[in-house]
């Protein structure tokens, strides 16, 4: 027949059940964190990646935008230029008749 415990041993034994189940609750809380903290580490991560991708799909937008603007003002300035040189072309002849006129004082 077992004898009954005294009332100091079941209080110890109490005591021992609680901190086992507190070891427990402790090691799952341990887990917890442990898979919260990779879990942030794997966001920050791909939040750094999907930022740098961003940013770089928006350069190479603007990079082409730049580029168009650019040939534009290129074909602007050889239009420009092109049309200088026919005014040019065609005020010369006077231009010379002009020079010749004044340095003979005709």
Known sequence: MEEEKTLLQQ????????SQ???TVKRET???IAAAANERE???RQA???GKNSAEELYRGEKQKTGIAIDRMKK???SETEKAVI???RNLLPAVDKII???TMD
């Open 101 to 103: 006129s004044y340095v």
């Open 87 to 89: 005014k040019g072309k």
């Open 48 to 50: 750094g990646i999907s």
């Open 11 to 18: 209080i110890r034994d109490k005591e021992q059940e609680f």
């Open 21 to 23: 189940k507190l070891e």
């Open 76 to 78: 602007e300035a050889d």
């Open 42 to 44: 794997q966001s920050i």
């Open 30 to 32: 341990d887990a917890q």
